[in-house]
C-alpha cells in the first residue's frame, strides 16, 4: 500500500503515514527499510500493514514541500511567517504592524521586536533542530 508521511520524529523512531486507503497506520523507525534519514513529513512511502501499524516501509521520494526551508532564509527575512507557511501567523503580523502606525507606532515597535528575536533564535538553531521545531512540529511562536 502506499501512503504519505504525515509526521515523523527521528528521537523517538515513532511516525504516523495516512494511506491511500484513507485510513491512518503508525509506525517505528525499525521497520523503515530505506533511507531512514531522508524520511520527513510529507514523503511517499509504499508499506504493509500489520495489526494496525505499518511495516516494511520503502521511500518513494521525499518531499520537496515545507521541509526544505532555510533557517537562513527564515531568520533573514522580514515576512517569516509567511516563508515558514503559518499564513494565519503572518497576516496577525501583518496587521499589527499596519495598524500600529495609527496607534502611534507602539505595536509596530513590538511586532519588530519580535520578528528580531525569532530570526536571532532561527539563526543560532541547529539545522536538524530548526527543521524539527519549526518545520515539522509548526511550532509559530518563538
Do not use: C
Request: charged share 20%.
Amino acid at each position: 500500500m502506499q501512503g504519505t508521511v504525515l509526521k515523523f520524529d527521528k528521537q523517538t523512531s515513532i511516525g504516523l503515514i495516512s494511506a491511500s486507503d484513507g485510513n491512518r497506520y503508525e509506525f517505528k523507525g525499525e521497520n523503515i527499510q530505506s533511507n531512514f534519514d531522508a524520511l520527513k513529513t510529507g514523503s511517499s512511502v509504499d508499506f504493509q500493514i500489520d495489526d494496525d501499524n505499518a511495516v516494511q516501509i520503502y521511500l518513494l521520494h521525499a518531499s520537496k514541500g515545507n521541509d526544505e526551508k532555510s533557517k537562513i532564509a527564515a531568520g533573514l527575512l522580514g515576512i517569516h511567517k509567511f516563508y515558514l507557511g503559518y499564513t494565519k501567523t503572518g497576516i496577525i503580523f501583518l496587521l499589527i504592524g499596519v495598524l500600529g502606525f495609527i496607534l502611534l507606532l507602539i505595536p509596530t515597535v513590538i511586532i519588530s521586536i519580535i520578528a528580531l528575536i525569532e530570526g536571532i533564535i532561527y539563526l543560532t538553531k541547529s539545522d536538524e533542530s530548526f527543521d524539527k521545531t519549526y518545520v515539522q512540529n509548526e511550532k509559530k511562536w518563538f
